[in-house]
């Protein structure tokens, strides 16, 4: 390491001490200090590491989380960032406040999509894990082809490291690249051809622009495709989930390749997360029985179904940035047979997406089904989501703007399990509201 990399790195950590002492908080500021000194300061970690870049849309936290518990299972240590801190100056803050390897260490690291280029310039990967590629946070991102391409440009600097993609997704098989690939999906159930939705994304064949039809449709554009007019098709899967035995809002019970296994958080899409560990785990020589063990730990995520005990009332906070995330959360809560209450917490600063139209395409509608005892609206733009619950059939909300007054609110609601969903300033800014009172520990990071 230079003398200007030291130097850097010092003034790093110091930053980061001082913040987390006396600031409680501190996963972004001390990265742009030290990129700030020196601007190559990944390049120094890149003999000190071997790195797995998570990258995609949705679920990258989850993937992140639970490809650390599967190879922690084989290798001592495995460095991360847990709270989802994936930009540049996250990324560096994770490396340079790690314990110094002794010897060469495992890396698994959450990375925004724009973001994987300016890693991949300094430290070439083993290995990437593409989960999907959905319409977010269009002002930033583009379209979904946009989004791709920003992957693909980090992609192109480490040509030897091994993709192991969504096969599912219909643009992780759409480029011919020179990577080894490892496609993971799922094989529960065929059917004859048959349309996705017609407003669903992604449609289109990336060949030849037709529209694609299906076997096999888990959710959104997501499934068995293939393209009736030039023949392109999903790639050969190695591996995939054979059958789906229960979802529950707490937990899904799957068979990956004829074996069980549980993870203890609900949802379909959570699935897709658990197979991309499972694909890494095998990829990196961890054995079967070490990742079901892996699985099994109840160790929760950052934000994704987090379950917070406020004086009796179990809480679950759910992140959500999306139409497609947002729905499947949805789908996830319409399995819980207990009553409930029901709080969304909209925000639109840069890092939540400053154009909120894209809660205008979630099915708020099926919660009316439910005769929800209480609604609550909260957030910078609560007025947003309150008229867009309103106009799914919600007569009556309560509504909070002031997010340190939310768990006021919680209190008072009338059922012993509420439901918290939020954009990612929103869970922030909640989270270490319930830090400060005693209900979790840390509250920003």
């Known amino acids: 390491m230079s003398l200007r990399s030291s130097f850097a790195e010092a003034a790093g950590r110091s930053s980061y001490w001082f913040l987390h002492t006396f600031m409680n908080g501190g996963s972004s500021l001390p990265g742009k200090l030290t990129l700030k000194l020196d601007p190559n300061i990944l390049q120094a970690f890149s003999k000190k590491y071997d790195l797995v870049i998570v990258t995609g849309t949705n679920g990258k936290t989850l993937t992140t989380s639970l490809s650390v518990r599967v190879l922690r299972e084989k290798y001592d240590q495995v460095l991360t960032n847990p709270t989802g801190s994936n930009m540049e100056q996250g990324i560096v803050t994770t490396f340079i406040t790690a314990p110094r390897p002794k010897k060469k260490g495992l890396a698994v690291l959450e990375v925004d999509e724009a973001n994987v280029v300016k890693v991949t310039k300094y430290i070439t990967p083993i290995a990437f894990i593409f989960t999907n590629i959905f319409r977010d946070q269009m002002d930033r991102y583009g379209e979904i082809y946009t989004t791709y391409q920003k ?146 730990s109840d160790e929760r995520v950052f934000g994704r179904q987090e379950v917070i005990n406020v004086d009796g009332k179990e809480v679950t906070l759910i992140l959500v940035k999306n139409p497609v995330g947002l729905n499947q959360v949805l789908d996830m809560i319409e399995t819980d047979p207990q009553p409930f209450s029901f709080a969304f917490l909209l925000n639109a600063n840069y890092a939540d997406g400053i154009d909120t139209s894209w809660i205008w395409d979630g099915n708020f509608e099926k919660l009316v089904q439910h005769n929800i005892p209480q609604y609550m609206t909260g957030g910078e733009r609560y007025k947003d989501i309150t008229t867009r619950l309103t106009m799914a059939g919600v007569d009556s909300m309560w509504h909070e703007p002031d997010l340190t007054h939310v768990i006021a609110k919680i209190k008072e609601m009338p059922t012993k399990h509420v439901y918290i969903l939020a954009t990612y300033t929103a869970v922030l800014q909640l989270r270490k509201q319930l830090a400060e009172k005693g209900y979790i520990k840390g509250g920003m990071d």
Do not use: W
């Open 151 to 296: 992957i693909l440009n980090g992609v192109k600097l480490a040509p030897k490291a091994t993709i192991i993609a969504n096969g599912d997704e219909q643009l992780f098989n759409s480029h011919d690249l020179p990577n080894p690939i490892i496609y993971y999906g799922f094989n529960h159930e065929q059917r004859e051809p048959f349309d996705a939705p017609a407003n669903t994304d992604g449609l289109l064949c990336p060949k030849c622009q037709h529209i694609l039809k299906y076997r096999m449709r888990t959710y959104a554009n997501l499934g068995d495709y293939f393209c009736p007019h030039c023949g392109f098709k999903r790639p050969k899967l190695t591996y995939a989930v054979t059958k789906i035995d229960q979802l529950t809002p707490t937990s899904s019970t799957f068979e990956l390749d004829g074996e069980k296994y549980k993870i203890g958080i609900g949802g379909l899409y959570n699935i897709y997360n658990a197979l991309a560990a499972y694909a890494l785990g095998r990829f990196l020589g961890v054995s079967q029985a070490q990742i079901k063990d892996a699985f099994e």
